[in-house]
């Protein structure tokens, strides 16, 4: 029986991916070559300093440990410039109306993000509120597919993973939430997320029924 839902924050409340790219392509701009909406594919789910060490192999740039803090500061810089500005109005469809269904109908809700910069998203979006718990890439050392972020959710909501549902975009993702023992509701592709339990397109398209399904 489910009893808590995890969500991923980008991607599935929000759509982030194109601050994130456009912030990278100006990184990568600024050392001298391209950075496609292709290659920004390969950066969902995973965290700032992978991300940029895939960006850094893209361009054939070498960087020393200390160049790459730097590198990953004013990219962040560049980002936080764009989720500042954010409104309500960007949240996706269906998700602030799926989490309002979840309250009413007694589920616990966490947030199960890999960004350190979730807080700032989820205030310019008012959404905090929704939450019984929100685990970040504040609180987490291990990246996606680690199962770490979506064990500290339950953990926080004090819910049994096997009575946990994860929605999900990216790939790294699902995998967590089926490392973490959860069913996953995929957020997106059929061809990218097939070991998710259940594949949508968005959380306009979820309904409470659907979640006894998965069982
Ligand atoms: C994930 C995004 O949610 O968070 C990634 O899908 C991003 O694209 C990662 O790199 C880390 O985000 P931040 O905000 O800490 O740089
Ligand atoms: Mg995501």
Redesign the pocket.
């Known amino acids: 029986m489910i009893k808590a839902c995890l969500f ?4 599935v409340i929000v759509d ?2 194109k601050y ?1 790219f456009i912030a990278w392509k100006q990184l990568a701009r600024e050392m001298g070559f391209d950075f496609t909406e292709q290659d920004n594919e390969r ?6 300093m992978a ?1 940029l060490d895939i960006l850094l192999e893209i361009g054939g740039v070498t960087k020393t440990e200390q160049e790459k803090e730097e590198l990953a500061h004013r990219k ?1 810089e560049h ?1 936080v410039s764009f989720i500042t500005q954010m409104k309500p109005d960007e949240i996706l469809p269906g998700a602030r109306e799926f989490l309002l269904a979840c309250k009413d109908a007694g589920l616990a809700t966490a947030l199960g ?5 979730a807080m700032t998203i989820l205030n310019r979006l008012e959404l905090n509120d929704l939450f019984d718990a929100i685990i970040d ?1 504040t609180h987490t050392s291990k990246a996606k597919p680690d199962p770490e972020v979506f064990l500290k959710g339950a953990e926080a909501l004090a819910a049994d993973p096997e009575n946990c549902v994860v929605f999900e975009d ?1 790939e790294a993702g699902v995998e967590a939430a089926l490392a973490a023992g959860m069913y996953c509701v995929g957020i997106g592709s059929s061809e990218v997320l097939n070991k998710a339990h259940l594949i949508i397109e968005g959380l306009h398209q979820m309904t409470l029924d659907q979640l006894e399904n998965l069982q």
Do not use: F, I, P
């Open positions: 991923d924050l980008d991607g982030t991916a994130h950066l969902k789910g995973v965290s700032r991300s962040n980002y993000s890999a960004s350190k910069n890439g990216a």
